[in-house]
Structures are given as C-alpha cells and as structure tokens.
C-alpha cells in the first residue's frame, strides 16, 4: 500500500513538471526568433530559426526528464511504440481519418455555396516535409507517450483530453506567433487543436494506448492540413468546425471507449 501511494505521489508530481518544463523549453527557445521577427531585438529572425526549431523538442524533452523518477523510467516510452497489432484498419484512420474530416467538411461547406477554400492542403516544401516527419516524432512521446496516460489515470477521458488539448495548444503559441498577426485565426487554431485532442485520444483507447498510431495520426494531420493556408482563416475554421462534429460524435456514439480505463 505504501508502495502504491508513492508511485502515485511520484506520477503525480511527473505529470505537474511536465507540462512547465515541455512549453518552458519550447518557448525558450523560440522567443528570441519571435522577437527578431518582430524587430524588438536586434538579429535577424532567419538566423535564429534553427534555435526555433529545436524549440520542437520540448515534449520530447520533459518527458524524458519526468519519465526517470516515474515506474518503468523512459522504456515505458517505448514500450507503447512497440504496440502495433491493432487491425489494419486503424492504421487508414490514422493516416487518412483527420484529412477525410476536412474534406468532407469543405464538401458540406461548399454544398452550402461557401467559397474561399481548396479541398486539399498538402506539404508544399521541404519545410512541411521536414514537420510532417519531425514533429510526430518530438511530440507524440510527450504528449501521447507520457502525458495522456497519466492524466487519464487521474481524469475522466473527456477531461483528461480537455486538460491535455488547452495545454497542446498553449504550446503552439510561439508558432501561432510566427505564423500569423491575424487573432480570428489565432483563436481558430487554439480551439483546432484543442478539439482535434479529441481524435488522438480516441484512437490512443481504441489501439490499447498505440503510442504509434498517436504517431501517425499526428502524421495524418499534416498530411492534408489547412494551417498552410496562413492568408485565409476559411479553410481553418472549416476544419475546426469539422473536428468540433467528429469529436461530439464520437463521444456519443463510443461512449465505452470513452468511459474505459487507462490502456495499461
């Protein structure tokens, strides 16, 4: 029993420190490019763009910190990589399932004479290619591989995906930053995000908590992703719109996936 309470006490304080030391590390890192951008600091933002870019591995960072006092260390990481026997049906859903929500709802959007957005958002340059395979990657085994489990063994999966979605996005804000000056499309893509946690937990229940499919999905997302568009709040706010529907449907239509327990 004693055992048992520690390891908790253990788990919960990993879970507090991750979160601060994952988006403290981001937004270290990648303040100082902001800033240049901005012209609030003498250097050019170009030069600081490789910093930015390591900036990315702030889950992956926290995680492996936090993940040595918990139970089974960082091989409890890469044990649910190793879970890969889930039909080869999940491995469509991951790769194709977040790009089908925003097909077929720029489908409904334009059925209803909306215009302003293109069907598919595909990597472009060697830069969408190089996030599409790296940030997977760096911030599944945080997000995925260390965060979700331990916030469903404390939450209801609804408030675990809520608690982990706002925080995913916060993450996100230096980004955001960079990318836009726009704040419709800024708030589009905090809620994006926070709704979209809905899919990644899903699939983690229904894949016996797959740290790979989280992986692909994540893939998926980049696959076809209207965050490309970054002159047009449209194509965003269709997709929002679509993951805010697949997320209500599929807590009312699996509400035993979403009332299960922590896949162990």
């Known amino acids: 029993m004693l055992s048992d309470t520690r390891n908790t ?14 988006l403290g590390f981001t937004w270290a890192l990648q303040l100082p490019g902001l800033l240049a951008s901005r012209g609030l600091i003498d250097a050019k933002a170009e030069s600081l763009l490789p910093l930015a870019g390591l900036g ?26 190793t879970i890969w026997r889930v039909g080869a049906g999940w491995y469509l859903v991951a790769l194709f399932g977040l790009g089908g929500v925003y097909v077929i709802a720029r489908a409904v959007f334009g059925a209803g004479g ?17 996030a599409l395979i790296m940030m997977p990657l760096v911030e599944e085994f945080g997000w995925r591989g260390f965060a979700l489990p331990r916030l469903l063994a404390r939450h209801q999966p609804v408030v675990a995906t809520l608690l982990l979605g ?52 994540h893939v998926g997302a980049h696959l076809n992703n209207p965050a490309h568009a970054v002159d047009s709040s449209v194509p965003m706010a269709i997709y929002t719109a679509g993951l805010v529907v697949a997320a209500g449907l599929t807590v009312l239509l699996d509400r035993r996936t979403w009332s299960s327990a922590v896949p162990r």
């Open 166 to 217: 706002a925080l995913w996005s916060l993450w996100h804000l230096m980004m955001f930053l960079f990318a836009t000056t726009s704040s419709v499309l800024l708030a589009v893509s905090f809620l994006n995000i926070v709704v979209g946690s809905f899919a990644f937990t899903w699939l983690f229940l229904r894949t016996r908590g797959s740290l790979l499919l989280a992986i692909l999905l």
């Open 56 to 81: 990315a591995f702030g889950p992956f960072v926290a995680a492996l910190i936090c993940s040595r006092g918990a139970p089974g260390g960082g091989l409890g990481l890469l044990r649910r990589v």
């Open 114 to 130: 909306g215009t302003g957005a293109a069907w598919l958002y595909p990597p472009q340059n060697a830069q969408h290619i190089a």
């Open 9 to 22: 006490r253990s788990s919960t304080t990993s879970t507090t420190a991750f979160f601060p030391i994952a």
